[in-house]
């Protein structure tokens, strides 16, 4: 039988001065140690000046990749221009930062994307912070509405789907793998999971880096609200990206309404998609909105022997012009919590 061909992406740009060169080598190693053999490792390199493409070249040497070296319009564009070259039936992309958590992982996935005639599988990432604290981020697919519903590395995609879609785009920053991901499943792409870790994500990187206000507000109130408006206008015209961010972004403490869950339930009915689990997205919506509920459900509970009223998990929101402010959260043993424009904790008081 032969085995199809694979085509990894990896893309980088002055590896060396950002202090990252054992990181790309310990992607090298990764994609080199794969038990599935028939695999080109494609590096498309940014026109770096600062000695990484002499490391690329070593490693060329060496039969373990193929690199390219021009000067791109963004990490999105460098990736289209690798699947653009690339030689393989099925495609991933392996983040430089990062590493496949096993070395069956593409083996695994080519035996299920062909054993399911699917047009894409996917599994689960192992998310490590700069501490080396790590946490498993499982795939949930009916989630893709209001969150990514899984990773961008961990996708082993036909080629020729990448081209069907138009490639990426360059005009959603870094939110384009997320955007991408949504036009997959509305699309009625098969796509088939992969109940593994399919690779070791390394935070802290291009895509998402929220250290400063100044990060965190430009994701928020730039990168994610123009990738919801062009998701949510397809179903909702009440919306802009303002009133977007103000009641329509669940990270940031989005409300939502019922004329909305009406009219995202009401459009994902009507595209009557074949390879889409409806069970599943309806549960999220109704498991999603009671949880809103609850959120603001007053309860009567019992501190020191004395009854008060005290919210139950309440959060209490203040906001001026749209903006998020003060976030005040009372757990259940009555403890508060107060955070600046929602991000910053400055203050914890305890009920007595």
């Known amino acids: 039988m032969i085995s199809p061909k694979v085509t990894v992406i990896t893309v980088c740009y002055n590896i060396i001065k950002n202090n990252r060169k054992d990181f790309l080598i310990q992607n090298f190693e990764s994609v080199h140690n794969q038990t599935y053999k028939n695999i080109e490792h494609l590096l498309i390199d940014g026109a770096s000046n600062d000695g990484t493409l002499d490391m690329l070249k070593e490693y060329e040497e060496k039969g373990w990749i193929k690199y390219y070296s021009e000067p791109d319009e963004g990490i999105f564009d460098a990736m289209n221009k690798g699947h653009k070259r690339a030689q393989g039936e099925y495609v991933l992309v392996l983040n430089s930062d990062d590493w496949y958590a096993s070395e069956d992982v593409i083996e695994n996935m080519v035996q299920a994307i062909t054993e399911n005639n699917a047009d894409y ?16 981020g499982k795939s949930e697919p009916q989630i893709f509405w209001r969150y990514m519903p899984f990773n961008h590395p961990t996708i082993m995609i036909k080629n020729s789907v990448v081209k069907k879609l138009g490639y990426y785009r360059t005009d959603f920053d870094t939110v384009e793998d997320y955007r991408f991901v949504i036009d ?19 935070l802290g990187g291009a895509s998402y880096d929220q250290k400063t206000l100044t990060s965190f507000y430009d994701f928020h109130y730039r990168r994610l609200a123009k990738l919801y408006m062009w998701f949510y206008s397809k179903f909702d015209e009440r919306l802009d990206e303002e009133r977007i961010i103000q009641n329509y972004m669940w990270d940031i403490g989005g409300k939502f309404d019922e004329v909305f869950f009406i009219k995202l339930m009401r459009y994902m009915i009507s595209l009557k998609l074949k390879n889409f689990n409806y069970e599943q997205f309806f549960q999220d919506v109704t498991n999603f909105k009671n949880s809103l509920i609850n959120d603001t459900r007053h309860e009567e509970v019992k501190i020191d022997e004395n009854k ?13 012009l749209g903006i998020p402010i003060l976030k005040i959260k009372t757990d259940k043993k009555g403890r508060k919590y107060f955070k600046i424009f929602n991000c910053i904790p400055f203050l914890s008081i305890k009920i007595k």
């Open 121 to 136: 599988v996917y599994g689960d990432q192992e998310c490590w912070g700069v501490d080396g604290s790590h946490a498993t």
């Open 184 to 202: 997959l499943i509305l699309k009625d792409f098969k796509g088939v999971y992969v109940d593994k870790t399919i690779v070791n994500f390394r």
């Open 308 to 320: 008060v009223q005290i919210p139950k998990c309440f959060t209490q929101r203040y906001k001026f």
